[in-house]
C-alpha cells in the first residue's frame, strides 16, 4: 500500500517508482514459486530417502541370514571334513 499524505492526492506512480515496485513484486513471486518448487523437491527426496533407507535396512537383514548361513555351513562341513579352503569352482578341498 502507497501512503499518502492528505494534502496530495497521487494519481500516478513514476516510471522509477513503478519499475521499482514491479521488480519487487515480481521479484517476490519468484522467490515464493522457488521456495514452493524446492518444498516439493524436498519432499520427494525425503520420500526416496526413506525408500533407500528401507532397502538398505532389508538388505542388511539379508546379509546376516547369509552370514549366519554361511556360519552353519561352515560349521557342518568344517566338522565333516575338517578346516580346509573349499574351491568354489571345482568342489575341490584343499
Known sequence: MIKQNKN?????LTEE????FKETYEGYQKAV???GVLEVEIDAFK????????????L?????ILNTKQ???GNKLGD???????DLETG???
Open 60 to 64: 542388511l537383514n539379508h546379509i546376516n
Open 33 to 35: 514459486f522457488d521456495l
Open 71 to 73: 556360519q552353519e555351513i
Open 47 to 58: 520420500k526416496k530417502l526413506d525408500e533407500l533407507s528401507g532397502e538398505r535396512i532389508d
Open 80 to 86: 565333516k571334513y575338517g578346516l580346509k579352503q573349499v
Open 92 to 94: 575341490e578341498l584343499k
Open 8 to 12: 496530495e492526492k497521487a494519481t500516478k
Open 17 to 20: 517508482e513503478l519499475k521499482e
